[in-house]
């Protein structure tokens, strides 16, 4: 069954802090895995998209990471800002059939303290 | 910014009563798409759409039902209402870059059904 982890569930830190949220999945056959930003009552916002041959790529303060090999992922956030505060959200599709089907994690809250 | 649109936002309606959330993108995508999503919960993708008539029922077993006559537009339909059916609904589009499917997200309809 293809699945998405997310590790923590839920994440407080302080302004200007770092920190580091993990994705573990199982999709086969893999074809890429993106980051989504997701605010309170908002609609999920694309941060980073890394398909096999990528290791890790950056958008501003966001670093994803990517290892093939073990299916694991990580987003570091650097110096966090509150406007950081969100649910970030792991997403695996895979390239077995033409709709290229998203699977979803269940996303790390992140609140960050001024 | 994605020009994808969701109308409402927000619906508080009674039991029984037929409702349609509207979808509208102006990215001329040909898939779009509609998920659920449950609070600290993942998407589950309900209805897809390949282009102008063309519909697919998704993972998640959903009694709404939708339609896509024209290329930008792609509105849900319950018929009767039922408190079960309260929950956030998120429509997409996307686009393809080569091998992979970029999907963009409206703001969500947030519905509660009383």
């Known amino acids: 069954k293809n699945q998405v982890e997310q590790s923590p569930q839920s994440l407080i830190i302080l302004e200007g802090k770092n920190c580091t949220l993990q994705c573990n999945y199982t999709v086969s056959p893999f074809s890429n895995l993106r980051w989504y930003k997701q605010d309170t009552g908002r609609g999920p916002v694309s941060l980073t998209i890394?398909?096999?041959?990528?290791n890790t790529k950056s958008n501003g303060r966001y670093t994803a990471t990517l290892d093939a090999d073990t299916k694991q992922s990580s987003l570091h956030i650097t110096a966090s800002q509150l406007s950081d505060s969100a649910s970030y959200i792991c997403v695996v599709s895979d390239r077995g059939s033409t709709l290229g089907r998203l699977y979803f994690g269940r996303g790390t809250q992140l609140t960050v303290w001024p | 910014e994605a020009d994808i649109y969701q109308t409402p936002r927000y619906l508080v309606i009674g039991t029984g009563k037929k409702i349609t959330l509207e979808c509208s993108q102006t990215m001329g995508h040909d898939k779009m798409y509609w998920y659920q999503q449950d609070p600290g919960m993942e998407l589950h993708l309900i209805h897809y759409s390949y282009g102008v008539n063309s519909t697919e029922k998704g993972d998640l077993s959903s009694e709404s039902t939708v339609s896509r006559i024209r290329t930008e537009h792609f509105p849900l339909t319950l018929e009767s209402a039922r408190p079960s059916h309260t929950s956030q609904y998120l429509c997409a589009s996307s686009e393809s870059r080569g091998d992979v499917n970029i999907q963009y997200f409206g703001a969500g309809t947030r519905l509660s059904v009383l």
């Open positions: 890394m398909t096999f041959s990528e």
